[in-house]
């Protein structure tokens, strides 16, 4: 065969293969939807939960009308991480009707094998569609306490209420996945921290009965070691006040002699304190999380004991010179943790 029909022949050849290819790449790339650019409510609905189940939060966000103006959790690495754990998978969207330029899309998949169904409101904008639905947000986290920033993810999400309680949830918007909830305090963790977010319509699921705070290993020894410096330092003192709660009536500085028909006044300065055999043992209180509606500061900042009891001794001179010996009890005491490096106790008093 003469080589110009060779070489035409492989021309004609070349360019049928890059037709064929050219070919399937272009249908290919038909069969997916570019961000923001669906042209059913169908495709609108499956694209933006095909979007979150990949993990890709930016190109789901681009199929809601209105886009959420707090984007803390709504990053591909948050989103990711929450799928991993919670896989999104056999979605289907079905359209059953609504006005011109709206309609209404049954959709349906499995989020951490979980059978889910959702109704999704889409509309029309120009010539592409969006799922027009508001983002749930984070789930109320009522046992943090006031001073510990929360997280979800690692991320610091803003509570509604930055006081002792938490009245109202987040405000931060989430999109369907499993989460955990953090506190950021090195001395705090969290029981029951995982949370699911299963659809735009549900409250999410919690572990047991919410998140509860707690200290950790390192934060009940660092607690304890506080306690009893300070119990230490008190017990120092040669003035009628301390610091431990105790003296804070005019009943310590009045003393009656031992007949009961006198009363001398206790002299500043002079008093030596003192405390039962094994009242500075504090290891054995073992110090949890809970509100502390007894002591200062306020409820829900502290970390309280139940049960601890001093017995604290006080020899002082009186104003007749003589030596008067008192007893009082110290029974709790919290630990203000808003800084970890310098724990605030709190003793009280009985």
Request: overall charge negative; hydrophobic content about 40%.
């Amino acid at each position: 065969m003469p080589r110009e029909c060779l070489a035409a022949r492989r021309r004609w050849a070349c360019t049928v293969i890059v037709g064929l290819v050219l070919g399937v790449i272009t249908a290919c790339a038909g069969s997916s939807t570019a961000p923001g650019q669906a042209r059913s409510a169908e495709r609108a609905a499956q694209a933006f939960l095909e979007a979150v189940g990949s993990g890709r939060a930016g190109d789901a966000l681009a199929f809601l009308r209105v886009q959420p103006l707090d984007r803390t959790l709504l990053t591909d690495d948050v989103l990711a991480d929450a799928v991993r754990s919670a896989a999104i998978t056999e979605v289907t969207a079905t359209e059953r009707g609504g006005a011109k330029h709206e309609r209404m899309v049954d959709v349906a998949y499995r989020i951490g094998g979980e059978r889910v169904t959702d109704t999704y409101m889409t509309v029309q904008v120009g010539q592409y569609w969006f799922v027009d639905e508001t983002l749930p947000t984070v789930p109320l986290f009522d046992d943090r306490p006031g001073y510990a920033d929360v997280t979800v993810s690692g991320k610091t999400v803003a509570m509604a209420d930055q006081g002792s309680y938490v009245t109202e949830p987040s405000s931060t918007p989430i999109l369907p996945g499993r989460y955990e909830f953090g506190l950021d305090n090195p001395l705090l963790d969290v029981d029951r921290a995982e949370f699911t977010v299963t659809s735009l319509h549900a409250s999410a699921v919690l572990t047991g009965s919410g998140p509860q705070a707690r200290l950790t290993d390192d934060g009940r020894v660092r607690v304890v070691t506080a306690a009893k410096e300070k119990l230490d330092a008190c017990m120092e003192t040669t003035m009628l006040h301390t610091s431990c709660g105790i003296n804070d009536s005019t009943d310590w500085t009045l003393v009656r002699d031992s007949h009961g028909t006198r009363s001398y006044r206790l002299v500043d300065n002079t008093v030596v304190w003192s405390l039962d055999p094994g009242g500075t043992d504090l290891s054995a209180t073992a110090p949890d999380w809970q509100t502390c509606r007894w002591f200062y500061p306020s409820p829900g900042r502290g970390v309280c004991t139940d049960g601890l009891v001093v017995l604290v001794h006080m020899t002082a001179a009186t104003t007749a010179g003589t030596t008067e010996v008192n007893e009082s009890q110290i029974v709790g005491y919290a630990a203000d943790l808003a800084d970890p490096d310098h724990i605030r106790i709190v003793f009280g008093k009985n």
